[in-house]
């Protein structure tokens, strides 16, 4: 396990952000951390990159623990927040190049990390431009590839794909996949997409500072959501069904087999799932 989250808790106040949360991140997995905004996200990401301290419990990363061997934990794992923080007026690579000087890179070591990040984030068309002329997609870009250029093993994304253009969305999406796939990186991933989030390995779901659900994108389409069967029959009438499991429609299906105008079954997805486990409760937008 690359992370591994132990009854984590984070007070600001007498504001509980985060309250005894555990999980662990398999290495090499792609991970989404879904949640509503307030939810506590970006309180327990602060912490598992050392940016915050933890009011109780434990974290580690990489065996590392957080607070203790800091240092350790940030020279294995790529940060990219939703806020710029490269120089607008350098270009794309010398972005990169003063990125890897300060960590200790140098002379050929250093020109071959950064060629390497800028060929893995697939920002070579623009690397010669200033980063504060690029657009959003290209920035984002650039955002990762800085990340890369130490060549960590745990790659933090915070809402990659935010405020971009669906085709350069989708673009982004794939080279992250990409990415994960091709380099063995973990890959720990926030996103508002609950499509994206479907592509990954294993999600949690946090709500209140609480875990509410851990598993694959299947297994919590089985325990938090349910298929619809629609069904209109040849008098007009209408009829809808949950289903606990697909395969539960054949039987219903049947029992109407000779009155059946048009049959139809909705998968749940994981927007359902999303919705079920925080619906409900007050929305901080
Ligand atoms: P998310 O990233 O899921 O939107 P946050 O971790 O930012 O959630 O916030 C969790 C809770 O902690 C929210 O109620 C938020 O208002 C509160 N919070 C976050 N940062 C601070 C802070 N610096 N001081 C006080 N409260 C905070």
Request: proline content about 2%; some cysteine; overall charge neutral.
């Amino acid at each position: 396990m690359i992370i591994q989250v132990d009854n984590l808790s984070k007070a600001y106040g007498n504001v509980k952000a985060v309250k005894g949360i555990s999980f662990a991140v398999r290495e090499g997995s792609l991970f989404s951390f879904l949640g509503t905004n307030g939810a506590g996200k970006s309180t327990t990401i602060n912490i598992l990159t050392t940016l915050l301290a933890k009011t109780s419990g434990k974290a580690a990363v990489g065996g590392f623990d957080v607070v203790k061997d800091a240092q350790k934990v940030r020279n294995l794992i790529g940060v990219v927040f939703q806020d710029n923080v490269l120089d607008p007026i350098l270009t794309v690579r010398e972005n990169l190049t003063v990125r890897g000087s300060l960590y200790g890179l140098s002379g050929v070591k250093l020109k071959n990390a950064v060629e390497n990040a800028v060929k893995i984030a697939g920002v070579s068309e623009f690397a010669t431009r200033p980063y504060g002329k690029l657009s959003g997609g290209q920035r984002r870009r650039t955002d990762i590839a800085r990340a890369l250029v130490h060549t960590p093993r745990l790659l933090f994304l915070d809402e990659p794909t935010t405020g971009l253009d669906p085709k350069t969305r989708r673009d982004m999406w794939l080279m992250i996949r990409d990415l994960q796939k091709n380099s063995g990186m973990t890959v720990f991933l926030t996103t508002h997409y609950m499509e994206e989030a479907a592509e990954s390995d294993d999600i949690v779901v946090i709500h209140k500072g609480e875990v509410k659900a851990h598993g694959t994108p299947l297994e919590l389409k089985m325990e938090y959501c349910s298929d619809l069967l629609k069904m209109t029959l040849d008098n007009g009438d209408y009829i809808e069904r949950k289903l606990e499991k697909t395969t539960d429609a054949l039987s219903i299906i049947d029992g109407y087999r000779n009155r059946i105008a048009n049959v139809e079954i909705i998968n749940g997805t994981l927007d359902d799932v999303f919705l079920n486990l925080t619906e409900g409760l007050e929305h901080v937008d």
